[in-house]
């Protein structure tokens, strides 16, 4: 199979929306966790021979990073490296730059070395993900006050998706505060 044959095989195998991984990741229970974990665990399956064929995907091994968050079929420091290795092969990849952050901001609880990722992948172009991330980081770590400012037009151009409305009404109400 080619790159693009093995992200549809994945997408087939593995089809959990993404928000549910990134910044919806403390409303997720065990019970999605536990339900997860068998699909998640053939995918990565599908993507550790996808890595192998395509080793040259950061695509492949951003999902790959994010399949094992799930499977536990690898040491979580893994998925890091997955990662790191799209970030090696893509400088540029934004994606890859926010699932670091992430990745510490979710699974090592150290908002303060995700936030830099987060801020990369911004400005290498990231989605509203790498937004709600910094703002989410930036809660936790400053004031909800530079937290709220980081969601304001001039800050965010996404400041009017669903998921930025979502995050500045969290980070009002405490939720992200320390």
Known sequence: MNEEQYISELERLWPVPPKA??????????????????PAGRALDVADQA????PFSPELWCMRGELIQLAEKHPLEESLRSFMRAIEIDPAFARAHQLVGEYYDAAKDQPETALPWYE???????????YVGRARAIAQTRTVS?????????????????????????IAEGIWSP
Request: proline share 5%.
């Open 21 to 38: 991984l990134t910044h919806g990741w403390k409303s997720v229970t065990m019970a999605d966790w536990d339900a997860m974990e068998g």
């Open 51 to 54: 890595v192998q064929a395509c």
């Open 120 to 130: 990369r992948a911004i400005v290498l172009g990231g989605d509203v993900d790498a």
């Open 146 to 170: 530079e937290a709220l400012a980081s969601l304001q037009p001039e800050a965010c151009p996404c400041f009017d998706d669903p998921d930025i409305q979502e995050i500045s009404r969290e």
